[in-house]
Protein backbone atom coordinates (compact mmCIF):
# COMPACT_ATOMS: atom_id res chain seq x y z
CA UNK A 1 0.00 0.00 0.00
CA UNK A 2 1.09 3.37 -0.89
CA UNK A 3 2.07 5.49 2.28
CA UNK A 4 1.05 9.07 2.79
CA UNK A 5 3.13 11.57 4.91
CA UNK A 6 0.68 13.61 7.49
CA UNK A 7 0.99 16.42 5.02
CA UNK A 8 -0.65 14.70 1.89
CA UNK A 9 -3.47 13.56 3.57
CA UNK A 10 -4.11 16.94 5.19
CA UNK A 11 -4.51 18.04 1.78
CA UNK A 12 -6.99 15.64 0.68
CA UNK A 13 -8.73 16.03 4.16
CA UNK A 14 -9.03 20.05 3.47
CA UNK A 15 -10.16 19.61 -0.31
CA UNK A 16 -13.03 16.65 1.01
CA UNK A 17 -13.54 19.85 3.75
CA UNK A 18 -13.91 22.19 0.82
CA UNK A 19 -16.35 20.03 -0.76
CA UNK A 20 -18.63 19.04 2.40
CA UNK A 21 -19.06 22.68 3.26
CA UNK A 22 -20.35 23.37 -0.36
CA UNK A 23 -22.46 20.17 -0.17
CA UNK A 24 -23.84 21.48 3.42
CA UNK A 25 -24.40 25.25 1.74
CA UNK A 26 -26.43 23.55 -0.95
CA UNK A 27 -28.72 21.08 1.84
CA UNK A 28 -29.42 24.62 3.89
CA UNK A 29 -30.76 26.43 0.73
CA UNK A 30 -33.11 23.53 -0.19
CA UNK A 31 -34.32 22.91 3.51
CA UNK A 32 -37.80 23.27 3.92
CA UNK A 33 -38.25 24.50 -0.10
CA UNK A 34 -37.89 20.45 -1.55
CA UNK A 35 -40.27 20.34 -4.79
CA UNK A 36 -39.41 16.92 -6.30
CA UNK A 37 -38.97 14.36 -3.93
CA UNK A 38 -39.05 10.76 -5.56
CA UNK A 39 -38.53 7.41 -4.75
CA UNK A 40 -35.70 5.23 -6.42
CA UNK A 41 -36.41 1.79 -6.44
CA UNK A 42 -37.10 0.14 -3.18
CA UNK A 43 -40.10 1.86 -0.91
CA UNK A 44 -38.58 4.24 1.17
CA UNK A 45 -35.60 4.95 -0.46
CA UNK A 46 -35.96 8.90 -1.55
CA UNK A 47 -34.14 11.19 -3.58
CA UNK A 48 -34.60 15.01 -3.99
CA UNK A 49 -33.07 17.92 -5.65
CA UNK A 50 -30.99 18.56 -2.66
CA UNK A 51 -29.37 14.76 -3.15
CA UNK A 52 -28.56 15.81 -6.56
CA UNK A 53 -27.22 19.45 -6.48
CA UNK A 54 -25.60 18.51 -3.22
CA UNK A 55 -23.52 15.71 -5.36
CA UNK A 56 -22.83 17.91 -8.43
CA UNK A 57 -21.00 20.85 -6.35
CA UNK A 58 -19.10 17.82 -4.23
CA UNK A 59 -17.86 15.86 -7.64
CA UNK A 60 -17.05 19.57 -9.16
CA UNK A 61 -14.38 20.08 -6.11
CA UNK A 62 -12.98 16.74 -6.44
CA UNK A 63 -12.72 16.55 -9.89
CA UNK A 64 -11.33 19.79 -10.25
CA UNK A 65 -8.65 18.74 -7.35
CA UNK A 66 -7.55 15.39 -8.59
CA UNK A 67 -8.90 14.67 -11.71
CA UNK A 68 -7.51 11.15 -11.95
CA UNK A 69 -9.39 9.61 -8.95
CA UNK A 70 -11.88 7.23 -8.80
CA UNK A 71 -15.07 8.40 -7.57
CA UNK A 72 -18.43 6.18 -6.15
CA UNK A 73 -20.87 8.57 -5.06
CA UNK A 74 -24.71 7.83 -4.33
CA UNK A 75 -26.81 9.16 -6.82
CA UNK A 76 -23.82 9.32 -9.99
CA UNK A 77 -22.57 5.32 -9.39
CA UNK A 78 -18.45 4.52 -10.71
CA UNK A 79 -16.43 7.72 -12.03
CA UNK A 80 -13.01 8.53 -13.23
CA UNK A 81 -10.28 6.16 -13.73
CA UNK A 82 -10.99 2.35 -12.38
CA UNK A 83 -7.25 1.85 -12.00
CA UNK A 84 -6.72 5.25 -9.53
CA UNK A 85 -5.49 3.56 -5.84
CA UNK A 86 -7.92 6.47 -4.99
CA UNK A 87 -11.69 6.05 -4.48
CA UNK A 88 -13.88 8.92 -2.96
CA UNK A 89 -16.84 7.12 -1.64
CA UNK A 90 -19.52 10.51 -1.29
CA UNK A 91 -23.21 10.64 0.14
CA UNK A 92 -24.48 13.84 -0.69
CA UNK A 93 -27.23 13.50 1.97
CA UNK A 94 -26.54 10.71 4.35
CA UNK A 95 -30.16 11.11 5.83
CA UNK A 96 -32.52 11.31 3.04
CA UNK A 97 -36.05 10.08 4.72
CA UNK A 98 -34.79 12.51 7.77
CA UNK A 99 -34.35 15.71 5.22
CA UNK A 100 -37.28 15.11 3.62
CA UNK A 101 -39.91 15.01 6.34
CA UNK A 102 -37.51 18.53 8.11
CA UNK A 103 -36.15 16.16 10.71
CA UNK A 104 -32.93 17.53 11.43
CA UNK A 105 -30.72 14.96 11.18
CA UNK A 106 -28.24 14.01 8.08
CA UNK A 107 -25.19 15.23 6.81
CA UNK A 108 -22.85 15.23 4.10
CA UNK A 109 -20.31 12.47 3.87
CA UNK A 110 -17.02 12.46 1.89
CA UNK A 111 -14.24 9.70 2.62
CA UNK A 112 -11.32 9.01 0.52
CA UNK A 113 -10.29 5.26 0.35
CA UNK A 114 -6.08 4.52 -0.65
CA UNK A 115 -6.02 0.98 -1.90
CA UNK A 116 -9.30 0.01 -0.54
CA UNK A 117 -8.50 1.29 3.13
CA UNK A 118 -10.71 4.39 4.54
CA UNK A 119 -8.04 7.18 4.96
CA UNK A 120 -10.01 10.52 5.41
CA UNK A 121 -13.13 11.20 6.64
CA UNK A 122 -15.45 14.54 6.89
CA UNK A 123 -18.87 14.26 7.66
CA UNK A 124 -20.62 17.96 7.35
CA UNK A 125 -23.77 18.65 9.64
CA UNK A 126 -25.13 21.69 8.59
CA UNK A 127 -28.40 21.94 10.58
CA UNK A 128 -26.30 21.87 13.65
CA UNK A 129 -23.23 23.23 12.11
CA UNK A 130 -21.10 20.17 12.94
CA UNK A 131 -18.41 19.56 11.15
CA UNK A 132 -16.15 16.67 12.31
CA UNK A 133 -12.97 15.50 10.49
CA UNK A 134 -10.24 12.95 10.46
CA UNK A 135 -7.05 11.40 8.48
CA UNK A 136 -5.50 8.28 9.47
CA UNK A 137 -2.76 9.11 11.98
CA UNK A 138 -3.67 12.83 12.36
CA UNK A 139 -6.52 12.61 15.10
CA UNK A 140 -10.28 13.22 15.20
CA UNK A 141 -11.87 16.36 15.62
CA UNK A 142 -15.27 18.53 15.78
CA UNK A 143 -15.40 21.95 14.44
CA UNK A 144 -11.43 21.64 15.25
CA UNK A 145 -11.58 20.31 19.26
CA UNK A 146 -10.37 16.76 19.32
CA UNK A 147 -12.82 14.62 19.57
CA UNK A 148 -12.79 10.80 21.89
CA UNK A 149 -15.04 7.86 21.93
CA UNK A 150 -16.94 7.69 25.48
CA UNK A 151 -15.74 5.04 28.53
CA UNK A 152 -18.62 3.41 29.14
CA UNK A 153 -17.86 -0.41 29.85
CA UNK A 154 -21.09 -1.81 30.57
CA UNK A 155 -23.93 -2.76 28.47
CA UNK A 156 -26.69 -1.92 30.52
CA UNK A 157 -25.41 2.11 30.70
CA UNK A 158 -25.07 2.17 27.54
CA UNK A 159 -27.03 3.93 24.63
CA UNK A 160 -26.72 2.40 21.25
CA UNK A 161 -28.01 3.47 17.96
CA UNK A 162 -28.98 1.38 14.99
CA UNK A 163 -30.68 1.92 11.43
CA UNK A 164 -32.92 -0.72 8.86
CA UNK A 165 -31.98 -0.76 5.32
CA UNK A 166 -34.42 -0.22 2.47
CA UNK A 167 -34.62 -4.32 1.79
CA UNK A 168 -36.21 -4.49 5.43
CA UNK A 169 -39.52 -5.95 4.18
CA UNK A 170 -38.00 -8.48 1.88
CA UNK A 171 -35.74 -9.98 4.08
CA UNK A 172 -35.52 -11.94 7.32
CA UNK A 173 -32.16 -10.27 7.98
CA UNK A 174 -33.79 -7.08 8.90
CA UNK A 175 -31.99 -6.11 12.16
CA UNK A 176 -35.06 -6.39 13.82
CA UNK A 177 -34.29 -8.89 16.29
CA UNK A 178 -31.13 -6.84 16.96
CA UNK A 179 -32.94 -3.99 17.73
CA UNK A 180 -35.01 -5.78 20.20
CA UNK A 181 -32.60 -7.78 21.81
CA UNK A 182 -30.26 -4.94 22.39
CA UNK A 183 -32.66 -2.40 23.34
CA UNK A 184 -33.58 -5.06 26.10
CA UNK A 185 -29.68 -5.13 27.26
CA UNK A 186 -28.64 -1.46 27.26
CA UNK A 187 -30.19 2.08 28.38
CA UNK A 188 -31.62 2.90 24.70
CA UNK A 189 -31.15 2.06 21.44
CA UNK A 190 -31.94 5.45 19.00
CA UNK A 191 -32.51 5.41 15.64
CA UNK A 192 -31.18 8.44 14.04
CA UNK A 193 -31.62 7.88 9.92
CA UNK A 194 -28.70 8.83 8.98
CA UNK A 195 -25.38 6.04 9.74
CA UNK A 196 -22.61 8.96 9.11
CA UNK A 197 -24.59 10.39 11.70
CA UNK A 198 -24.65 7.67 14.12
CA UNK A 199 -20.97 6.94 13.61
CA UNK A 200 -19.48 10.52 14.13
CA UNK A 201 -22.33 10.10 17.56
CA UNK A 202 -19.99 7.26 18.37
CA UNK A 203 -16.79 9.01 17.91
CA UNK A 204 -17.48 12.15 19.64
CA UNK A 205 -18.92 10.00 22.67
CA UNK A 206 -22.20 10.77 22.72
CA UNK A 207 -23.59 7.18 21.98
CA UNK A 208 -21.30 4.04 22.64
CA UNK A 209 -21.96 1.84 19.83
CA UNK A 210 -23.29 1.28 16.50
CA UNK A 211 -24.17 -1.38 14.45
CA UNK A 212 -26.12 -1.89 10.97
CA UNK A 213 -26.22 -3.74 8.28
CA UNK A 214 -27.73 -3.37 4.30
CA UNK A 215 -24.63 0.06 3.98
CA UNK A 216 -22.96 1.38 1.50
CA UNK A 217 -19.40 2.56 1.19
CA UNK A 218 -20.70 5.84 0.97
CA UNK A 219 -22.58 5.67 4.02
CA UNK A 220 -19.57 4.74 6.06
CA UNK A 221 -16.11 5.40 4.51
CA UNK A 222 -16.06 9.10 6.08
CA UNK A 223 -17.35 7.70 9.32
CA UNK A 224 -15.46 4.71 10.44
CA UNK A 225 -12.32 6.61 9.68
CA UNK A 226 -13.25 9.63 12.54
CA UNK A 227 -14.38 6.36 14.61
CA UNK A 228 -10.70 4.80 13.97
CA UNK A 229 -9.39 8.15 14.83
CA UNK A 230 -11.42 8.94 17.96
CA UNK A 231 -10.14 5.57 19.95
CA UNK A 232 -13.20 3.94 18.53
CA UNK A 233 -13.52 0.50 16.97
CA UNK A 234 -14.88 -0.65 13.40
CA UNK A 235 -15.01 -4.61 12.37
CA UNK A 236 -17.85 -6.85 11.17
CA UNK A 237 -20.37 -8.44 13.61
CA UNK A 238 -17.49 -10.98 14.71
CA UNK A 239 -14.76 -8.66 15.06
CA UNK A 240 -13.32 -9.84 12.09
CA UNK A 241 -11.82 -6.88 10.06
CA UNK A 242 -14.79 -4.44 8.48
CA UNK A 243 -15.29 -5.29 4.75
CA UNK A 244 -16.31 -2.01 3.83
CA UNK A 245 -18.55 -3.86 0.77
CA UNK A 246 -20.60 -6.24 3.05
CA UNK A 247 -22.61 -3.07 3.96
CA UNK A 248 -22.54 -5.01 7.94
CA UNK A 249 -20.85 -2.72 9.91
CA UNK A 250 -19.78 -2.70 14.41
CA UNK A 251 -18.11 0.50 15.53
CA UNK A 252 -17.67 1.03 19.37
CA UNK A 253 -16.13 2.93 21.74
CA UNK A 254 -13.34 -0.21 22.13
CA UNK A 255 -14.71 -0.98 25.77
CA UNK A 256 -18.13 -2.58 24.44
CA UNK A 257 -16.80 -4.22 21.19
CA UNK A 258 -15.93 -7.72 22.41
CA UNK A 259 -19.67 -7.87 24.08
CA UNK A 260 -22.11 -6.39 21.58
CA UNK A 261 -20.26 -8.78 19.03
CA UNK A 262 -21.18 -12.00 21.15
CA UNK A 263 -24.84 -10.47 21.82
CA UNK A 264 -25.16 -9.73 17.72
CA UNK A 265 -23.85 -13.41 16.86
CA UNK A 266 -26.36 -15.35 18.75
CA UNK A 267 -29.71 -13.84 17.61
CA UNK A 268 -32.29 -15.36 14.93
CA UNK A 269 -34.36 -13.59 12.91
CA UNK A 270 -38.32 -12.42 13.93
CA UNK A 271 -38.92 -14.99 11.16
CA UNK A 272 -42.45 -13.18 11.87
CA UNK A 273 -41.53 -10.10 9.90
CA UNK A 274 -40.51 -12.37 7.10
C1 LIG B 1 -29.53 5.82 4.75
C2 LIG B 1 -29.22 6.31 6.15
C3 LIG B 1 -29.90 5.43 7.18
C4 LIG B 1 -29.57 3.97 6.99
C5 LIG B 1 -29.85 3.53 5.58
C6 LIG B 1 -29.08 4.42 4.59
P1 LIG B 1 -29.64 7.69 2.80
O1 LIG B 1 -28.86 6.63 3.79
O2 LIG B 1 -27.84 6.31 6.38
O3 LIG B 1 -29.54 5.78 8.49
O4 LIG B 1 -30.33 3.22 7.91
O5 LIG B 1 -29.46 2.17 5.42
O6 LIG B 1 -29.31 3.98 3.28
O7 LIG B 1 -30.48 6.87 1.88
O8 LIG B 1 -30.41 8.61 3.64
O9 LIG B 1 -28.48 8.33 2.10
CA1 LIG C 1 -26.66 7.15 2.99
CA1 LIG D 1 -27.83 9.65 0.41
Same mark, same amino acid.
Given at each position: ????? @??????????????????????????????????????????????????????????????????????????????????????????????????????????? $????????????????????????? $????????????????????????????????????????????????????????????????????? $??????????????????????????????????????????????????? @?????????????????
Amino acid at each position: MTRHT @PDQLQIFLDIATEAALAAGAVLQSYWGKLEAVEEKGRPGDLVTEADKAAEAIILSVINRHFPHHQVLAEESGQLGDTNSEYLWAIDPLDGTTNYAHQYPFFSASIGL $LIDGVPQVGVVYDPFHQELFRAAKG $LGATCNRRSIRVSKTAELSKSLLVTGFAYDRRETADNNYAEFCHLTHLTQGVRRSGSASIDLVYVACGR $LDGYWERGLQPWDLAAGVVIVEEAGGKVSAYDGSPLVIHSGRILATNGYLH @PQISQELLQITPLSRWQ
